[in-house]
């Protein structure tokens, strides 16, 4: 990569990290301070917590949309602008409803189609790949973050200090995008970075692609419904100020434990055995998080087992979603998927605060059960998912005609999908590794 490269992908990993360290900072201690709250009751708390996602989940794709339009970099500025507004309404907020009203509003910064799309207009074809890892990681690595910083905060500064943290992060991000991000010179086409209306039919009839958007709509339910009572049984047993120390010892060794599975899972090509094995995890989880109303340390080791399972799922799923959409759809796979992943959000907090108010821990536990259930037969019942990674190649113009291409890219061994975009002189590839012949490969162009 080079540095322009290299200092784009950076700043705007650092973006995705602020943005996504003030959404997940409130997870572990909304349901603790907001008993402090005019009109706050456990169902009300379950909105607040998932409220983000409803406006996520509708202005994800348009945002992406509007960039095309408007331009990246005034796009993106205006959501982490809309981001601090809702930070500081909540800061401001002495009801339930008013910090109901803060989240949904940080939601509609919806940025994340905008930054890929820049991401896209500032590396070369054959580096993205390396640029959207960083991407992932980093949003890997501000969940963690935010699991221990969250209790933190909130201990020191209450939960209005803890939304103006989130005020803080958004300037943050706004300095980042106006002062280290490059501006791009153009706007490059990427079909693994954008959304095409056309191609929305065919998500959705694709049975193996539904089973894991419904895959990621039943995690992120759990995630939020699960952390509407939580807390609040973490709380019984430990002083709330080392609720930090207990999340950074649980997601540390959750990722410990989970690393050597994914090593496992690609090496051996056991991956479908795995990620079922990490589904049936979280009914275990269940159990002992139930049994955490009598007892911390089966809480401790629910909530141990809940993020081994989650951690596994979380990074394999994307991975599988590219691997399972046709070559040059990955754009709008991942945009229905990321839809997806903030509708169960949405929905996980909301009705997990009903089943709370209504039936207590019994009642939120079976109710995380339910979309679980449907993804275990979901998943069983599913083939073993194609062993074949994505490439992007910048093809060599001196080859001739570019369209022809298509046929000879198909044809070298190891290659089982090719698109190829004339105008762009780029083609996206499926490859099996293993058997790809890369000295062929490599006479079309630069990966």
Not at 49 to 65: E, N, V
Not at 127 to 133: I, L
Request: aromatic share 10%; net charge neutral.
């Amino acid at each position: 990569m080079s540095f322009v490269e290299l200092k784009a992908a950076v700043s705007l990993t650092m973006v995705f990290v602020f943005r996504m360290l003030g959404l997940f900072m409130v997870l572990p201690v909304l349901a603790l301070f907001a008993e402090d709250l005019q009109g706050a009751s456990p169902g009300m708390v379950g909105v607040a917590i998932g409220a983000y996602g409803f406006s996520q989940a509708l202005l994800q794709i348009p945002f992406g949309w509007l960039s095309d339009r408007w331009g990246r970099k005034p796009v993106i500025l205006l959501g982490l602008f809309i981001f601090l507004l809702g930070s500081l309404l909540a800061a401001e907020a002495t009801t339930i409803e008013g910090i109901i009203a803060g989240r949904i509003l940080q939601g509609c910064g919806a940025i994340a189609g905008a930054v890929t799309a820049l991401m896209a207009d500032l590396t070369r074809d054959q580096h993205r790949t390396k640029a959207m890892a960083m991407i992932g990681m980093g949003i890997g690595v501000a969940f963690a973050i935010a699991m221990v910083l969250g209790p933190v905060v909130s201990n020191a500064w209450g939960l209005s200090g803890l939304f103006l943290s989130n005020a803080l992060m958004a300037v943050a991000a706004m300095l980042v995008i106006l002062l280290l991000v490059p501006t791009p010179v153009i706007k490059r086409r990427d079909l693994n970075c954008s959304v095409d209306r056309q191609e929305l039919h065919q998500v959705f009839t694709n049975p193996d692609l539904r089973r894991h958007i419904i895959g990621i709509f039943a995690l992120h339910f759990v995630l939020m419904a699960l952390f509407v009572f939580i807390p609040e049984l973490l709380s019984k047993s430990v002083e709330r100020s080392a609720h930090g120390g207990i999340y950074l010892a649980v997601m540390g060794l959750s990722f410990i434990m989970m690393i050597p599975l994914i090593i496992f899972s690609e090496r051996q090509r056991l991956l479908k055995q795995c990620y079922c094995f990490s589904i049936l995890m979280l009914f275990v989880a269940f159990a002992l998080v139930y049994q955490g109303v009598l007892s911390s340390t089966m809480l401790l080791a629910g909530l141990f087992i809940f993020f081994f399972g989650f951690n596994f799922l979380e990074a394999t799923l994307p991975s599988l979603v590219s691997k399972l959409a046709p070559a040059g759809t990955r754009g709008t796979v991942m945009g229905v998927y990321s839809t997806s992943q903030f509708l169960g959000a949405a929905l996980g907090g909301s009705l997990g605060g009903l089943a709370m108010e209504s039936a207590g821990v019994l009642g939120a536990v079976v109710l995380c059960t339910i979309p679980t259930a449907l993804w275990c037969w979901l998943s069983v019942t599913m083939k073993q998912p194609p062993y074949v990674s994505t490439m992007v190649m910048a093809l060599n113009p001196e080859l001739g005609d570019v369209s022809s291409m298509s046929e000879r890219l198909a044809g070298i061994v190891g290659v089982q999908e090719v698109t190829v975009l004339s105008a762009e002189k780029t083609a996206y590839l499926k490859v099996d590794k293993q058997t790809l012949n890369w000295s062929e490969l490599r006479q079309f162009g630069q990966c």
